[in-house]
């Protein structure tokens, strides 16, 4: 087995086998004598056998790292975080777990680990992704990838075709998936599949709350959510809005840049200018509560911005008027939360702040889109594994 790094520090490894005394050697690729490592009984998890290799490097550069041994008999492979630019497992034919999280891979080749259970590839940068070998995949966690859409759909029909039953499949923080990967999905989860994907819409079949929008101290002027856009030229958005009382003025929409340190889904928040602003829409022309329908926000111009494919943005819906008798109201979710994003808010005279624990009922249109909203998105729950 062999993989590079760029890892100018530590690395570490980890390596599960079904048996005590399997051995393992492991040249480090940096001119340092290889080391030799021996499985030992988890004293956690008895009956289950491992090694933890790990390494200092003291100076850049790419380094190949090679492991020979017993490498039929591992079953479980860990090297998440360690600053791999490549890997080749096509060794490890025993292999069921396989974690490869927070690297810089833009391929893994997992065909030759035909009894692959479990697969977590997130937070690199692939381009491709082949499961077509692997029938016996239960759990996959491939977000963060930028994968294209014609990626996610042929990883949604490999699974779909593997005929398995009741896995857990999340494909978020890629592009959307096209209708033929909405139709994959759609029988996925008719296999009882869990099956997160990025979606640039959330529809008003969840909708559970409110948000107001109100330009009072301590009052919202913006509400916001998250979504991983599938490319193409904005053209509108819809937010699912009424008025109480009798406001007046003009609400946007607007697109912003998702905060480069922000964690998708978690504490997405807008940057920055916005990147496209809408035309104005008349708030008086609203439904009266408890009246409420979809509002388009239309973008002209130079506002038709093209988004980039699979890629994090922050659509919002902003309104200041000052008047406390008289304010907008936007549906939002905060019981299913099934959208992939997440929620944020902007209190007048204040910054941007994420909540994870609210989705926006949205919807983002551009001109190449390709498939029309839909709702059905489970929330992938599976704590300590994604």
């Not at 977000?143 to 896995?167: C, F, K, M, P, Q």
């Not at 929008?213 to 030229?233: A, K, R, Y």
Request: overall charge negative.
């Amino acid at each position: 087995m062999t993989m590079v790094t760029t890892s100018e520090g530590g690395i570490n490894l980890l390596l599960y086998t079904g048996q005590a005394d399997d051995e393992f050697t492991v040249d480090w690729g940096d001119l340092s004598t290889p080391d030799v490592w021996t499985t030992v009984e988890d004293e956690e998890n008895p009956g289950n056998y491992f090694c933890a290799p790990y390494h200092e490097y003291s100076g850049a550069g790419s380094k190949t790292i090679s492991i020979t041994g017993d490498l039929g008999e591992v079953v479980s492979f860990v090297c998440q975080g360690n600053e791999l630019t490549s890997i080749d497992v096509s060794s490890l034919t025993a292999l069921q777990f396989f974690g490869c999280s927070d690297n810089n891979l833009t391929t893994i080749d997992v065909s030759s680990n035909t009894d692959l259970f479990l697969l977590y590839c997130d937070r690199n940068n692939l381009t491709s992704l082949d499961l077509s070998s692997n029938a016996a995949l239960m759990e996959v966690n491939c977000s963060g990838n930028g994968l294209s859409a014609t990626v996610v759909d042929e990883i949604l029909a490999d699974l779909d075709a593997n005929e398995a039953e009741g896995g857990n499949i999340k494909i978020s923080n890629n592009s959307p998936p096209t209708a033929a990967g909405l139709a994959s999905k759609v029988s996925l989860e008719g296999k009882e599949w869990l099956v997160v994907v990025s979606a640039t819409f959330y529809p008003e079949e969840y909708q559970t709350g409110f948000g107001v929008l109100l330009g009072s101290e301590g009052q919202n002027v913006g509400l916001g959510q998250s979504f991983c856009s599938g490319g193409g030229v904005l053209d509108s958005a819809k937010f699912y809005c009424a008025k109480t009382g009798s406001p007046t003025g003009n609400a946007y929409a607007k697109i912003y840049a998702h905060g480069s340190e922000d964690i998708y889904g978690e504490e997405s928040t807008p940057v920055g200018s916005p990147l496209a602003v809408s035309d104005a829409r008349d708030v008086s022309e609203f439904l009266s509560y408890p009246s409420i329908q979809l509002e388009t926000f239309n973008f002209s111009g130079a506002n038709r911005i093209t988004l980039t494919a699979a890629t994090p943005y922050v659509v919002t819906i902003e309104y200041s008027e000052e008047n406390l008798a008289n304010y907008v109201v936007v549906g939002y979710d905060d019981g299913t939360l099934e959208h992939d994003g997440n929620y944020s808010s902007l209190l007048y005279e204040a910054d941007w702040e994420s909540d994870e624990d609210i989705d926006l009922i949205f919807y983002v249109y551009v001109s190449a889109d390709v498939y029309q909203p839909r709702h059905g998105f489970i929330n992938f729950q599976n704590p300590g594994i994604f």
